[in-house]
Nanobody, 124 residues
Framework: QVQLVESGGGLVQAGDSLRLSCAAS????????MGWFRQAPGKEREFVAA????????DYADSVKGRFTISRDNAKNTVSLQMNSLKPEDSAVYYC?????????????????WGQGTQVTVSS
């Protein structure tokens, strides 16, 4: 089992960039596919991006394709989300999640381990 801690959130202006990081504890990090989700007030948690255990497969929500990039470093037990060209509608709490499933699951229920979340606020 891994434990996850997100960092890197903050308040930025539209068009700016942020890089979120998720640090995982445990020696089996490389056995997990990793995902990023977000949840805005009054809305359901939604898929943002996912990366397979090897890093060889990635998937993105249509709303972030071309702007966000997910990556992982299994040697450092970290997964990152580079967010460029941020928009006010990207404002949300961003969560890192882990699953032993293969591939790049996009459903929240596929993930059994979650971080506490980090707030991202994009002003117009």
């Amino acid at each position: 089992q891994v434990q996850l801690v997100e960092s890197g959130g903050g308040l930025v202006q539209a068009g700016d960039s942020l890089r979120l990081s998720c640090a995982a504890s445990g020696r089996t990090f490389s056995n997990y596919a990793m995902g990023w989700f977000r949840q805005a007030p009054g809305k359901e948690r939604e898929f943002v991006a996912a990366i397979s255990w090897s890093g060889g497969s990635v998937d993105y929500a249509d709303s972030v394709k071309g702007r966000f990039t997910i990556s992982r470093d299994n040697a450092k037990n970290t997964v990152s989300l580079q967010m460029n060209s941020l928009k006010p509608e990207d404002s949300a709490v961003y969560y890192c999640a882990a699953t032993p499933s293969g591939g790049t699951p996009s459903r929240p229920y596929s993930y059994g381990v979650w971080g506490q979340g980090t707030q991202v606020t994009v002003s117009s």
